[in-house]
């Protein structure tokens, strides 16, 4: 499974729009390219996934690049339940997760 | 999305009792669910994949004696953490993988074990 390189921490201020990046360089052409994220001291919850095309539904947009060797989850408009740590994975179905640092993402009022 | 439920959200126990945590997925079969493990300010740590009707696979460094699993149903499976100590104080989150190609796992809410 490809490693994924995500920043530390990201600001959004509330009512703009969050774009978290991520780093998926060794990622094979099987392999999607999951987004999940977590607030304190639950589950993590699922956002969006893709393998090759833009993805979008009704939480998020997924931009994937043409060499696919990068990502970026757009949340449109950021409100202060966004606040979370968001993961980004890339591997192959059927295989495990394993989740990286990912983002905390603070939306600032 | 597909729900997964986790019971108990929070238990509290003493040294040396063993605790069993159930996962459940409510509105689909899986015949794969994950337990994962997760320390204050780190990442969830997997510790099992458990198939429904066969042995669980345990990551290095997990002892399967420790940690029991048991997948007897397309809905539900079970960590059993026995004899447990201090150290075992964790988050443990359990996951359940829906049937479709796209490999989406679903997570529950968590279980909050604190060991005396």
């Known amino acids: 499974d490809a490693k994924t390189t995500q920043p530390p921490s990201m600001d959004c201020a509330e009512g703009r729009a969050a774009n978290l990046p991520c780093n998926h360089s060794?990622?094979?052409?099987?392999?999607?390219v999951y987004w999940y994220r977590q607030i304190h001291s639950q589950g993590p919850q699922y956002i969006i996934h893709?393998?090759?095309n833009n993805e979008t539904n009704e939480m998020a947009s997924l931009i994937i690049t043409e060499d696919r060797k990068s990502s970026t989850l757009i949340l449109p408009h950021a409100t202060l339940r966004d606040t979370a740590v968001y993961y980004c994975?890339?591997?192959?179905?059927?295989?495990?997760?394993?989740f990286g640092t990912g983002t905390s993402l603070t939306v600032i009022p | 999305g597909a729900v997964v439920s986790q019971h108990p959200s929070r238990v509290i126990c003493k040294s040396g009792t063993s605790v069993k945590i159930e996962c459940r997925s409510l509105?689909?079969?899986?015949?794969?669910m994950f337990w994962y493990r997760q320390f204050p300010k780190q990442s969830l740590m997997l510790m099992a994949t458990?198939?429904?009707?066969?042995?669980?696979?345990?990551e290095q460094g997990v002892e399967k004696d420790k940690f029991l699993i048991n997948h007897a149903s397309l809905t539900l499976s079970t960590l059993t953490v026995t004899s447990a100590h201090p150290e075992d104080s964790s988050f443990y989150i359990c996951?359940?993988?829906?049937?479709?190609?796209?490999?989406?796992?679903?997570f529950g809410a968590g279980t909050r074990l604190s060991v005396l």
């Open positions: 994975i890339a591997m192959n179905t059927g295989n495990q997760f394993y």
């Open positions: 060794t990622i094979s052409g099987n392999e999607y």
């Open positions: 509105d689909f079969q899986a015949t794969t």
């Open positions: 996951s359940a993988r829906e049937g479709s190609a796209e490999n989406i796992q679903y």
């Open positions: 893709g393998l090759k």
């Open positions: 458990s198939n429904e009707g066969s042995k669980a696979t345990y």
